[in-house]
């Protein structure tokens, strides 16, 4: 009998990270391998990609930044304004009373409610706390497990479609529930708008789950409503869920605030939310990326199961973190302030770019998402590589956050960039980038 062929070794450094996008830390990296490798384990673990960062890092490992100037990161989308002084006080305040019993899965009535009225001031849409909401700890563990409670890989060639480039985590959830994943590139002749009737009818036929990211992390797009009535009626058709990841909807620049699904759902008759699952977190609203929280909200057929997975799952939320979400949820000040702090930034940021990178303001999100220059031939991690070394400036090459996929991969010859950091920082950034193009235009 022949020897089985084992996957890849499992290493630390291959998990996605801890929370957000955020790679793991250095001292994460140097602790023994939590498991050597996965024989006898879940085959599926196997199929996961390595995170973009672990990329990054192979790509950089060689190169020697540029020691003349301060390193500044443009790479991770992990939000980096202050966390509001409100929903310190209210955490703080919570602790007494609220890690001696065990919290219920479904959340505090209270939380629920102020997720529903939040639900009321910004979309002016009214849903049933009851029912029809449920708290999660952050849009990333509730995007991956509502994919297993969906997922039925006992039906032949169970398919997941993902927007392409995408955030990882629906590739991750797809593989792991065992689904087989159809990716949808992004037009930038269409402000990126996802090419879905490229999506051939017989793959459409076995899609049990279909991923929205609207805003769209890395390319800021919001989709207009004529696209979700076209969703909505493909997924009337073939029965398979939407799940659209919300998460950017409060950082914007045009004046018209980003359409969620479920106000889409509501302008097309569509009150049940049938088939339709938002996905919206604090993490990015309310500066809040540590606290783990957000919230689903759409078909209470589909949140009542979610409901049944999670409490096996374990993923109720720390009461603690409850009482801090109430008073997030319920102060839109902080929100506004936000908004317009990326505001100031992205209008002094943008132009600077815009002077030698395809690259223009986008709908919404933290990123720019830039093509590099002709030049370059394409060649979207040579440019990242070279920019460190030269300028000390880190951005992610396109191609990582995107999969090769019918003949072509859509995040080729583009580099993202998150604005997160302050204002003077991203603008010196944005200048060493523009110094760099001048200097270099085309590949060495
Ligand atoms: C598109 C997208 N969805 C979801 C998340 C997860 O955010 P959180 O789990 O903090 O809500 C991120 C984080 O970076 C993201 O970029």
């Not at 950089?60 to 409100?86: C, D, R, W, Y």
């Not at 959830?173 to 051939?200: C, I, K, M, Q, T």
């Not at 997975?309 to 993923?315: A, K, N, P």
Request: hydrophobic share 40%; proline share 8%; with cysteine.
């Amino acid at each position: 009998m022949g020897q089985p062929k084992w996957p890849t070794p499992f290493k630390t450094s291959m998990l996605p990270d801890r929370h957000g996008e955020k790679p793991a830390d250095k001292h994460e990296d140097q602790r023994a391998p939590l498991i050597p490798d996965n024989r006898g384990m879940n085959p599926l673990l196997a199929k996961l990609q390595p995170y973009p960062f672990e990329r990054l890092k192979q790509l950089f490992a060689s190169v020697t930044p540029n020691p003349a100037f301060k390193p500044i990161s443009l790479g991770i989308g992990e939000p980096k304004h202050a966390t509001p002084a409100f929903i310190q006080d209210a955490l703080k305040a919570a602790v007494a009373t609220g890690l001696s019993a065990y919290p219920a899965t479904a959340g505090e009535p209270a939380l629920r409610k102020a997720c529903t009225a939040w639900l009321q001031t910004r979309y002016d849409l009214t849903l049933d706390a009851a029912t029809q909401v449920l708290p999660v700890n952050g849009s990333r563990e509730a995007l991956f497990a509502l994919t297993q409670t969906v997922i039925d890989p006992t039906r032949p060639g169970a398919t997941v479609v993902s927007p392409n480039p995408f955030y990882q985590i629906y590739e991750g959830a797809a593989l792991l529930a065992g689904a087989e994943l159809h990716y949808v590139p992004s037009d930038p002749a269409r402000n990126f708008a996802n090419d879905w009737d490229s999506v051939p009818a017989a793959v459409w036929a076995r899609t049990q789950l279909l991923f929205v990211c609207s805003p769209g992390n890395p390319t800021g797009a919001v989709m207009p409503l004529s696209e979700w009535q076209r969703l909505f009626a493909l997924s009337d058709q073939h029965g398979f869920v939407i799940a659209s990841d919300e998460c950017y909807s409060e950082i914007y620049f045009r004046e018209e605030a980003p359409l969620s699904g479920l106000e889409a759902a509501h302008l097309l008759g569509r009150t049940d939310f049938k088939r339709l699952i938002a996905f919206t977190s604090l993490s990015k609203r309310s500066n809040v990326p540590g606290l783990r929280s957000g919230f689903v909200a759409g078909d209470a057929a589909i949140i009542q199961q979610f409901l049944l997975y999670r409490t096996y799952h374990g993923s109720a939320m720390s009461p603690v973190v409850q009482s801090a979400s109430v008073a997030a949820w319920g102060d839109e000040a902080h929100v506004v302030d936000n908004r317009n702090q990326y505001r100031t930034k992205f209008a002094q940021v943008t132009p600077v770019l815009a002077q030698v990178l395809d690259v223009k303001l986008p709908d919404a999100s933290f990123y720019l998402w830039a093509g590099v220059p002709a030049g370059w031939q394409g060649d979207d991690a040579a440019f990242a590589k070279a920019l460190y070394e030269a300028e000390s400036v880190t951005v992610l090459p396109g191609s990582y956050l995107a999969r090769d996929f019918n003949g072509s991969n859509p995040g080729e010859g583009r580099i993202r960039m998150a604005l997160v950091a302050e204002t003077a920082e991203c603008l010196e950034a944005a200048e060493r980038i523009a110094r760099f193009v001048r200097a270099h235009p085309k590949k060495a």
